[in-house]
């Protein structure tokens, strides 16, 4: 079996016949310091984005010609950071339709968009903390004018319980101006972001 790393050939010793799991374990130690395996080439061909899913069940023989592909923890966190912006925008997209939605008197349609989106935002946010771990960053060490990151995050669990108790309220224009002038010129400060890191 033929095992190279970035198309630079290894000296691996693999049993016969073994599952890419398996395999993977052991290029792991030859890896460049803090890369991680992002994609696979069995016998030239790049295996679907979802092969880490099947490692455990994908056999690898000993007449087979596997490459890893890595990249640093740096750029994979830089690269889904940079992503996560059209995601971003997008949420801030639709809070300011549900805005309109709770105005119109539209609040069933409206209150099911607004459970969307805030899973989303929570998500998204997910990503952000994810991101930051990978390239060596965290939330208190990045600031967003005078808060840290952690520090607006917080700040966005406040005005989510507010949203919250005028949602129970059923108070639908308060609440509609609530997203509009507390919620999105928080989303919107939270885009400098982007330009900081």
């Given amino acids: 079996m033929k095992i190279s790393i970035n198309s630079q050939e290894k000296n691996i010793q693999i ?19 803090s890369h991680i395996i ?9 295996l679907p984005d979802k092969w880490f899913n099947t490692a455990d069940s994908t056999f690898i ?22 992503n996560s912006k059209a995601q ?3 949420i801030i997209e ?10 119109m008197d539209d609040e069933n349609i409206a209150n099911t968009k607004f459970v969307i989106a805030i899973d989303n935002l929570q998500a998204y946010f997910q990503v952000v903390q994810e991101s930051f771990t990978l390239m060596g960053l965290t939330l208190e060490s990045e600031y967003i004018g005078q808060k840290t990151v952690k520090e607006y995050m917080e700040d966005f669990s406040t005005k989510l319980s507010e949203l919250i108790e005028t949602q129970q309220k059923k108070d639908w224009v308060l609440f509609a101006d609530l997203i509009e002038y507390e919620l999105m010129p928080f989303l919107t400060d939270f885009m400098e972001l982007y330009k900081n890191v």
């Fill in 38 to 46: 992002t994609q696979v080439k069995l016998n030239g061909r790049q």
């Fill in 15 to 33: 049993p016969g016949m073994s599952t890419l799991q398996d395999v993977m374990r052991k290029a792991e130690t030859e890896l460049p310091m």
């Fill in 61 to 82: 023989l000993e007449s087979d010609k596997i490459d890893f592909i890595t990249e640093s923890a740096i750029t994979i966190g830089k690269k889904a950071f940079l």
């Fill in 88 to 90: 971003f925008e997008q």
């Fill in 94 to 103: 639709n809070f300011t339709d549900i805005a309109d939605k709770y105005r």
